[in-house]
């Protein structure tokens, strides 16, 4: 993984800042959740942040055999077209992968604004 920083894993997920020339490009994001992966700014993870947590209020099956594994929530993704059917664990996973690399993006951009 000589190409990448890793920002944060879990079992859902990877979030990773691409290397070139040996430095990190730190404006955008890559993370891959579930064979997909989202190249994403700063903006757009708070975006898909804020969806997670709309789509975490809206679970529609009731009384399913599947319980935390079911694919019944609809989530939104930062592609307009694109939403995904996904389970409770993985919102979960998603959200944390999401708000871990979120802050440490943060935590980047603010101390290159102090040293610039
Ligand atoms: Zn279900």
Redesign the pocket.
């Known amino acids: 993984m000589k190409h990448i920083d890793i920002i944060f894993k879990n079992d859902h997920g990877i979030s990773f800042f691409w290397k070139k020339n040996e430095q990190s490009t730190v404006d955008l994001a890559q993370v891959v959740f579930r064979d997909i992966g989202f190249y994403l700014t700063l903006d757009e993870l708070k975006e898909f942040s804020n969806l997670v947590s709309v789509s975490l209020q809206h679970a529609v099956?009731q009384n399913?055999?599947?319980g935390k594994d079911?694919?019944?929530f609809l989530l939104k993704t930062p592609a307009a077209k694109i939403d995904l059917a996904i389970s409770l664990n993985e919102l979960n996973g998603l959200q944390e992968l999401l708000d871990k690399t979120i802050i440490k993006m943060d935590t980047i951009i603010y101390i290159q604004g102090s040293l610039n």
């Open positions: 099956c399913c055999p599947h079911c694919r019944s």
